[in-house]
């Protein structure tokens, strides 16, 4: 199967976070991912040549070279995703209250390396605002219940293999994990009688593909399944992630994995039932 330009799918993050809905069933707001990353007003300029300079300071503690260059590039990744114009090249400058310190210079090619292509509108100087994910469609999940853990996680691992196939374009089958017994009560340690089961698809990025292209489709088409998908994992954290839940179902996340820091790529989807009768 081919996979669709990606031009389409980065468009299409853009359109479905620009439009909010107030009854509750469309693009819910997320957080800044400026406040969410712990800076309160980061300081932004433009100069000659699309150069862009970003200074943050932040109350977490960036203590060792480690936290620092980890934090900075979180910096770079939300400027890279939501400023509008276009960018040629970035200087990131980061600190923290004990006055802990780092700086550094990115080229476009080494941005568009480490985060993927820009997303569509930003180069154009058209602002996006980060939501938590698309209006869900009305899909086969559109209130879907599971009567059972069995046929919850039947259903979760069709849907994975339909992603697997649609997404990657690849045939997989799910590997499903053990079972775990659920709790209730005052203290949340008396089991109740429920279980939920995970499993798992581990589907291959296309050669040369960054990870969020195939990610953005996946929000798409998890949408258009009638799931509610949460997409501020492109914005917050270091590294992206997609979740998703199919109420009276279960919940899937799809993330990219990074053993050792270094991408293998790979994709990793992974669903787990709610807590239901055998």
């Known amino acids: 199967m081919t996979l669709l330009p990606r031009s389409a799918f980065l468009v299409a993050l853009v359109v479905t976070s620009a439009a909010g809905c107030g009854d509750g069933s469309g693009p819910v707001e997320q957080d800044d991912p400026w406040s969410a990353a ?9 100069g000659g040549g699309g150069s ?4 943050a300071r932040t ?6 070279d480690k936290n620092q260059v ?4 979180r910096i770079a990744k939300i400027a890279w995703r939501t400023h509008p114009g276009r960018v040629m090249s970035m200087r990131v400058a980061i600190s923290d209250e004990s006055g802990h310190s780092n700086a550094r210079s990115w080229r476009r090619t080494d941005l568009e390396s480490a985060f993927g292509p820009r997303l569509g509108g930003l ?3 058209r602002g996006i605002r980060p939501t938590r994910g698309p209006k869900p469609g009305k899909g086969p999940f559109s209130g879907k219940k599971a009567r059972n853990m069995r046929e919850g996680s039947a259903t979760l691992a069709g849907l994975l293999r339909t992603t697997g196939k649609q997404v990657f374009g690849v045939d997989g089958t799910p590997v499903e994990g053990e079972q775990t017994e659920c709790a209730g009560g005052l203290l949340d340690n ?5 279980h939920r089961v995970s499993s798992t698809l581990e589907p291959q990025i296309p050669g040369g593909t960054h990870e969020i292209v195939p990610l953005i489709r996946l929000a798409s088409y ?6 509610r998908v949460d997409t501020s994992g492109l914005f917050d954290g270091n590294d992206d992630t997609v979740r998703a839940t199919a109420r009276d179902v279960g919940r899937l996340t799809a993330s990219a994995e990074h053993p050792g820091g270094h991408r293998n790529g790979r994709m990793q989807l992974f669903a787990e039932t709610d807590c239901l009768k055998p």
Do not use: A, C, H, Y
């Open 38 to 46: 712990g800076v309160d007003k980061p300081r932004v300029s433009e």
């Open 52 to 55: 862009l300079t970003v200074s």
């Open 59 to 64: 109350d977490l503690p960036l203590e060792d």
């Open 70 to 73: 980890g934090f900075g590039e």
């Open 123 to 125: 180069d154009e100087g």
């Open 190 to 194: 008396e089991p109740n009688g429920k």
């Open 222 to 227: 998890w949408s258009g399944q009638g799931l």
